[in-house]
C-alpha cells in the first residue's frame, strides 16, 4: 500500500516537470521551424529580420518579416502550418500613411 503511494505521488508531482521540460524544448524547435522556413521565403537581398510569434496558433505558426532594402522597409507575413510543415509569405504590405 505504501509502495502505491509513493508511485502515485511520484506520478502526480514528478511527471509534470518532465513533460513542462519537454514543452519547452518542443516551443523553442517550433520557433526555430518557423524561423527558417520564413527565411527561407523572404527575400534575399538587402538585411532581413523574421519576428516569430512565439506559440502561433492552434493550427498556424505565424512571424512578421522586415526586408530592408536602399528603397525603403517592406513587412511581409509568414504563415506556417504546423500539420505540414509548410509556410508560405504574403506579399509585401504597403507602406503605412503617416497622415
Excluded at 9 to 25: I, T, W
Aim: glycine share 6%; aromatic share 12%.
Amino acid at each position: 500500500m505504501t509502495r502505491s503511494l509513493v508511485l502515485a505521488g511520484f506520478l502526480a508531482f514528478g511527471l509534470p516537470a518532465f513533460s513542462y521540460a519537454s514543452s519547452d524544448d518542443a516551443w523553442a524547435e517550433f520557433r526555430a521551424d518557423v524561423q527558417a522556413a520564413c527565411e527561407a521565403l523572404s527575400p534575399k537581398e538587402g538585411t532581413v529580420l523574421v519576428e516569430v510569434n512565439p506559440f502561433g496558433s492552434e493550427s498556424y505558426g505565424a512571424a512578421i518579416v522586415y526586408h530592408r532594402t536602399d528603397a525603403g522597409l517592406d513587412r511581409y507575413v509568414c504563415i506556417y502550418d504546423k500539420q505540414s510543415k509548410e509556410a508560405e509569405l504574403t506579399a509585401a504590405f504597403p507602406a503605412a500613411d503617416s497622415s
